[in-house]
């Protein structure tokens, strides 16, 4: 089982980018996929996720700026970001739990410059 993301990059305020995070070995079909972030000196947070239940919930200060969507295989989940703000540069990861396990993908790194 692999999750592997891309997408990350260096973009200017107000930019956008599109993470993509595809899974080897399984389809997304447990309680939730979704994304984290962590920058310098904090702890990792969750930014967008898919619950089981089909909720998608987001942090607060990305509420309206990004998006969570799954590809049609079940097997790739995405992040658009929008307006991305210098707040928002942190190393993205993509997660997932399948029978009461989390996977963690690989990080990809966003930075957004003012």
């Known amino acids: 089982v692999q999750l592997q993301a891309s997408g990350g990059g260096l973009v200017q305020v107000g930019g956008s980018l599109s993470l993509s995070c595809a899974a080897s070995?399984?389809?997304?079909?447990?309680?939730?996929v979704g994304w984290y972030r962590q920058a310098p000196g904090k702890q990792r947070e969750l930014v967008a996720i898919?619950?089981?239940?089909?909720?998608?919930n987001y942090e607060d200060s990305v509420k309206g700026r990004f998006s969570i969507s799954r590809g049609i295989a079940k097997n790739t989940v995405y992040l658009q970001m929008n307006n991305l703000q210098p707040e928002d540069t942190a190393v993205y990861y993509c997660?997932?739990?399948?029978?009461?396990?989390?996977?963690w993908g690989t990080g990809t790194q966003v930075t957004v410059s003012s």
């Open positions: 070995g399984f389809i997304f079909s447990g309680k939730f």
């Open positions: 898919f619950t089981s239940g089909g909720n998608t």
């Open positions: 997660a997932a739990e399948k029978y009461g396990t989390v996977y």
